[in-house]
């Protein structure tokens, strides 16, 4: 009950296309739901993220929509950039009702963006 | 823009060894992570230290770990006899809270190879 399922294991999307990262995850209690971007040989890196109040939330090109009802929520990556090539990946939290912080994260993605 | 640091970035060790992983997490921070992950696979939750103390470990987490904030600034993650599975990255990660400030910001890593 504490995955966090991602799909897909990775992903090829043309420049300027759209990018589409979907998570799901059971732990009704998850209530903090964060995107991190991670290139390689470095450390993840905080890209946007969502409170389940919000059904989407918008930072420039990345979008987070969030489905309560369904447990998903995914990332939207528009006008992909071949800079955005990195693995994502998603987390949740259980931050009313956990004694820390502590994030799960899902098993990440691949994206590559072709030029 | 302050930043988790963490050094060193590569150690090699032999098994049975203990190695002490180092971390500076932003200054005004007051929540701690450990968290690892193995090659090509995802990010795991390791433990978390609040206020001089662990708040919250994960099965991973064993005997063969200890965390200690030995001064102001510093966070240390120590693996007290190596074993070869325990050969992946390691993230420190800080945030400023729980609640408002929960984000957490992680560092670069060290990759420990146990041989």
């Known amino acids: 009950q504490q995955q966090v399922k991602q799909s897909p294991q990775s992903l090829i999307v043309q420049k300027g296309g759209i990018s589409i990262i979907n998570c799901a995850y059971e732990?009704?209690?998850?209530?903090?739901f964060p995107w991190y971007q991670q290139f390689p040989g470095k450390g993840p890196a905080l890209l946007i993220a969502i409170r389940p109040d919000v059904s989407e939330k918008k930072e420039g090109r990345f979008t987070i929509s969030f489905n309560k009802s369904a447990k998903q929520f995914s990332l939207h990556i528009m006008d992909s950039q071949p800079g955005d090539s990195a693995t994502y990946f998603c987390a949740a939290s259980d931050y009313y009702g956990g004694a820390t912080n502590k994030l799960i994260f899902g098993t990440g993605t691949l994206l590559a963006v072709q030029p | 823009e302050p930043e988790v640091t963490q050094t060193p970035s590569h150690q090699v060790t032999q098994m049975g060894q203990e190695v002490i992983l180092r971390c500076v997490p932003i200054s005004n921070h007051l929540y701690f992570y450990w968290y690892r992950q193995i090659l090509g696979q995802k990010v795991e939750f390791l433990v978390s230290f609040y206020n001089n103390e662990i708040s919250e470990k994960s099965e991973i987490f064993d005997d063969q770990f200890s965390v200690e904030r030995p001064d102001g600034s510093n966070f240390t993650l120590k693996i007290r006899s190596t074993k070869l599975e325990d050969s992946a990255m390691y993230f420190c990660?800080?945030?400023?809270?729980?609640?408002?400030?929960?984000?957490?910001?992680f560092g670069p890593g060290t990759r420990l190879t146990v041989t």
């Open positions: 732990n009704t209690a998850f209530d903090y």
């Open positions: 990660a800080s945030s400023e809270a729980l609640g408002r400030g929960l984000e957490q910001y």
